[in-house]
């Protein structure tokens, strides 16, 4: 497939990383290509490694793309996807793997609650656009290998209102190396899985580390 | 142990009922003992084939127990705790498992939110009593007999201020058959545990039944 990975942060990175080393297409979205590359730091270094990996502008990726991928911020998502364009995102599954939070005293306020989510905030935005929202449930390096934790023995998510587009990002996701994809149903069921970053956060400090995810034990 | 558990509901029963399997001394409380007999209905019938398990008002289960347990539904928690008295719950264990929701349009909202808990409300209005919140982030009969699910392969948290009162409840965990008792830090993480809910409620749509857990792979 041919995948656009819009954000050059470190889920960006992961997951355009892992989708080039399963055999994919995939070009990374940014606001602005060549000040990118030219302020160097880990995304410059990241490349350089990585020359099969094009760098593109948030539109021109997801023009050319048959598959787009939401990682950036999630603060920033919706700026992002206008940059990229409805018109550019119609028809197409948009794997949305964003959280929104904000810094607060201690820690991160999450962005979404039980009455609305970032997932369904994008599709109502784009609303000819396939959105899934998958994968935020667990740190990018996880995300991206899954058996980096428990053998990949853990839970991964997707949630969203088109059955074919929720088909695709579970082959995927299986490609990836996740064992267990459980679809919770529309988009509207973001808001589970967005709301419990507030707990992933928690269980983040007692463990120590991040890489852990949750499993539904059933 | 002499444990008091408060609240005649499902949980309450399927507590209660562990407990006096366990070998403790139980007895359940509830505003008015008589009035709770004489209705009749699930907790009558639950009682009478469970003779060694006493009923008795808030405050004189509190009173008697070394240990209570608020297993009451989480709207009316404060107010049950406050008719069994500061004083009958001073310096004692009070292991919190309620969760706090209000009936809406589709799934029920949750009360928690990222900046309070009930289990902190619970703390801050008896400063007395060493509160740990923990099992609300599973079905009642699950937090009884965790074998139900997977062999008991799956994570219960607990929060609180209180080492001790920690080791009193990982404790009696461990002895119910959870496996894995997760020490998420003071009682301000009961947020992580009681916003979990938003989640919990969806994954319980997705796999269809209630007999599921949250495991913390790592």
Request: with cysteine; aromatic share 4%; charged share 20%.
């Amino acid at each position: 497939m041919k995948i656009a990975v819009l954000g050059t942060g470190a889920v960006g990175r992961a997951l355009a990383g892992r989708f080039a080393e399963l055999g994919h297409e995939v070009a990374v979205g940014t606001r602005d290509p060549a000040a990118t590359l030219a302020r160097g730091g880990d995304y410059a270094a990241w490349a350089a490694e990585r020359p099969q990996i094009a760098i593109a502008s948030f539109a021109d990726a997801a023009a050319d793309a048959d598959l787009v991928v939401n990682a950036t911020s999630g603060t920033h998502s919706l700026a992002a996807l206008d940059a990229a364009g409805a018109a550019n995102l119609a028809g197409k599954v948009l794997l949305d793997v964003a959280n929104e939070m904000t810094p607060a005293d201690g820690l991160p306020l999450v962005g979404a609650n039980e009455t609305d989510s970032l997932g369904e905030r994008i599709q109502r935005a784009f609303p000819e656009t396939r959105v899934v929202k998958t994968l935020n449930t667990m740190n990018c390096d996880v995300m991206a290998d899954p058996a980096l934790v428990a053998g990949a023995d853990h839970t991964v998510f997707v949630s969203g209102e088109d059955a074919e587009a929720k088909r695709v990002a579970t082959e995927l996701l299986e490609q990836m190396g996740h064992t267990d994809v459980l679809d919770l149903g529309g988009i509207e069921s973001a808001r589970g899985v967005e709301t419990a970053l507030a707990f992933w956060l928690r269980v983040r400090l007692a463990v120590g580390h991040n890489r852990f995810n949750f499993k539904i034990a059933r």
